[in-house]
C-alpha cells in the first residue's frame, strides 16, 4: 500500500515573520501621533526646542530698549535692582520665565516695562501651628501644637509651581499634624514624640519638594488633656502610689520583724546584754534635752518582794 506525503515548502507552512520596523519607519508613526497624546504620556516635541520670540513680543523688547536709551540716566535707577546675599530674584520677560535661572545675590538688570521680578527668601523660617483637636486611635481628645522649620530649596519651583508656598505649607503642616496624630494611641502621643516629628517631617518633606521647599525641622510643643482625664489620670497615678506605698511599706515591717527576732535571740543569750541595751536607751533619752527621765525597773528585782507579800497574805 503506497502512501503519499504532501510534502510543502518550508516557507509556505510556517510563513517568515515580518522584519522589525526600523527607526526612521518608528519616527514616521510617531509623527503622526497627535500633539495630544504625545503632551499627555509627558514627551512632547516642542518641549526640547523654546518657542521663538513672536512679532509682537519683539516689538515690545524693542521699544523697552528704546525707552531705556532716551530716558537714560532715569532708567538705571529702574533697571538696576539689588537682592541680598539671603536672596534671590525669579525674573518673567513678558510673562515668561528668562533663562540662566535666579538672579542673586547681587545686581541683576531687568527691561524697564516688560520685566518683573519676584523676591524669593532663602533663610530658614518657623511657624507654630495653630492647636488641632485630634481624635486619637484609642478614641481621646487631645489637643496638640507644633513648631515647623523650613526653607526655600529652589526659588524657581517656589514660585512657579505653587502660588504661595508659605501659606501652603502652613495648611499643609496643620493637615499633616492631624492626619499623623489620628493613627497613634494616648500613650503614643505622650511618650513617642520624637517618633512622630520624624514622621511629620518625612511627610511634610516629600508633600512639599515640589514646591521647592525644604522642611528641615517638626517639633512637638505641648499635648493638651481635657480637664476630666487629666482628673482621671492623677487619680490613677495617685492610687498607683499609695499601692506601691504599701507594698515597700509591709516589705519593710517584714524585714524589721525578722531583724527584731535576731536581735532578741542574741539578747536571751546574754541578760547583760538587756541591761546594756537599757542605759542605751537611756542616753538616747537624755541627749533631746528632755526633763522626763524613765527609768526602766527589771522585773527580777521585783520578783523578791511580791513573793514575799503573797506568803504574808
Not at 485630634?134 to 509651581?161: F, G, M
Amino acid at each position: 500500500m503506497e502512501t503519499s506525503l504532501n510534502v510543502q515548502p518550508a516557507q509556505q507552512q510556517y510563513p517568515r515573520r515580518q522584519s522589525r520596523p526600523s527607526f526612521s519607519h518608528i519616527a514616521t508613526l510617531n509623527s503622526n501621533i497627535p500633539e495630544e497624546v504625545n503632551s499627555y504620556f509627558g514627551h512632547s516635541t516642542q518641549e526640547a526646542e523654546p518657542e521663538p520670540m513672536g512679532c509682537i513680543e519683539f516689538i515690545a523688547t524693542a521699544a523697552s530698549i528704546l525707552l531705556f536709551i532716551v530716558t537714560f540716566p532715569i532708567s538705571l535707577c529702574l533697571s538696576f535692582k539689588v537682592v541680598q546675599e539671603y536672596e534671590r530674584a525669579v525674573i518673567f520677560r513678558l510673562g515668561r520665565l528668562r533663562k540662566g535661572g535666579a538672579r542673586g545675590p547681587g545686581i541683576f538688570f531687568i527691561l524697564p516695562c516688560i520685566d518683573t521680578y519676584c523676591k524669593v527668601d532663602l533663610r530658614t523660617v518657623s511657624f507654630d501651628v495653630p492647636p488641632q483637636e485630634v481624635l486619637s486611635k484609642d478614641s481621646v481628645t487631645v489637643c496638640v501644637d507644633a513648631v515647623i522649620y523650613y526653607r526655600v530649596r529652589e526659588p524657581l519651583a517656589a514660585v512657579v509651581n505653587v502660588n504661595n508656598y508659605s501659606h501652603s505649607t502652613r495648611l499643609l503642616a496643620a493637615t499633616t499634624l492631624r492626619n499623623v496624630l489620628g493613627t497613634r494611641n494616648l500613650a503614643e502621643i505622650l511618650s513617642e514624640r520624637e517618633a512622630i516629628s520624624h514622621t511629620m517631617q518625612t511627610a511634610l518633606d516629600e508633600a512639599t519638594d515640589p514646591w521647592g521647599v525644604k522642611v528641615e525641622r517638626v517639633e512637638m510643643k505641648d499635648v493638651r488633656l481635657p480637664l476630666q482625664l487629666q482628673r482621671a489620670m492623677a487619680a490613677e497615678a495617685e492610687a498607683a502610689r499609695e499601692a506601691r506605698a504599701k507594698v515597700i511599706a509591709a516589705e519593710g515591717e517584714m524585714k524589721a520583724s525578722r531583724a527584731l527576732k535576731e536581735a532578741s535571740d542574741v539578747i536571751a543569750e546574754s541578760p547583760a546584754a538587756l541591761q546594756l541595751r537599757y542605759l542605751q536607751t537611756l542616753n538616747t533619752i537624755s541627749a533631746e534635752k528632755n526633763s522626763t527621765i524613765i527609768f526602766p525597773l527589771p522585773l527580777d528585782i521585783v520578783t523578791p518582794f511580791l513573793k514575799s507579800i503573797t506568803n504574808n497574805k
